[in-house]
T-cell receptor
Framework: AQKVTQAQTEISVVEKEDVTLDCVYE???????LFWYKQPPSGELVFLIR??????QNEISGRYSWNFQKSTSSFNFTITASQVVDSAVYFC???????????FGGGTRVLVKP | KAGVTQTPRYLIKTRGQQVTLSCSPI?????VSWYQQTPGQGLQFLFE???????NKGNFPGRFSGRQFSNSRSEMNVSTLELGDSALYLC?????????????FGQGTRLTVV
């Protein structure tokens, strides 16, 4: 069975501070995919980033960056120079190779204060 | 292009009734998945459809069912509603059915059972 754990339930920062969200996952699959989604108050989940299990290269995309480490089963996500519009709930998710079946973590609520 | 459209946005039903929720995927997307989001259980996978066939099913009772039409639109039905079925129901569409696919979510249908 797959499992995703986001230990942080809520993070509060002041605008322009960096925010790092932790995610730890469990899976027996050798091929799997990791995602980060953002859920603003409007309700829909917005795709942010994806990483497959064979690619541990960490990247930066605009103000977003991620740190994928298979050795510790972690997929952490950082927002650099946070803005008020970044306030939302962020979900880490995991899927296997077969089918669109996402297993989500419990989410981390990020509050960015001006 | 138009995003994922879910109707209705809000719904109030009485215990014991049944309800049907609708999801129109992004044009060209043939994979549709459904998720239930509650404060207690978080985001949980319900089922996934591709080309009118159910490919995956989550751990929900048989009262929860779904189907997909030839135009990829999907419906989910919940019969004999219980108070615990109150939740935000999210639909996601993907271009391909594989686990690597980016899922685009609708704004959800908020169901309240009284």
């Amino acid at each position: 069975a797959q499992k995703v754990t986001q230990a942080q339930t809520e993070i509060s920062v002041v605008e322009k501070e960096d925010v790092t969200l932790d995610c730890v996952y469990e899976t027996r699959d050798t091929t799997y995919y990791l995602f980060w989604y953002k859920q603003p108050p409007s309700g829909e989940l917005v795709f942010l980033i994806r990483r497959n299990s064979f690619d541990e290269q960490n990247e930066i995309s605009g103000r977003y960056s991620w740190n994928f480490q298979k050795s510790t089963s972690s997929f952490n996500f950082t927002i650099t120079a946070s803005q008020v519009v970044d306030s939302a709930v962020y979900f880490c998710a995991l899927s296997g190779a077969a089918g669109n079946k996402l297993t989500f973590g419990g989410g981390t609520r990020v509050l960015v204060k001006p | 292009k138009a995003g994922v459209t879910q109707t209705p946005r809000y719904l109030i039903k009485t215990r014991g009734q049944q309800v049907t929720l609708s999801c129109s995927p992004i044009s060209g997307h043939r994979s549709v998945s459904w998720y239930q989001q509650t404060p207690g259980q978080g985001l949980q996978f319900l089922f996934e459809y591709f080309s009118e066939t159910q490919r995956n099913k989550g751990n929900f009772p048989g009262r929860f069912s779904g189907r997909q039409f030839s135009n990829s639109r999907s419906e989910m039905n919940v019969s004999t509603l219980e108070l615990g079925d109150s939740a935000l129901y999210l639909c996601a569409s993907s271009l391909v059915p594989g686990g690597e696919a980016e899922a685009f979510f609708g704004q959800g249908t908020r169901l309240t059972v009284v």
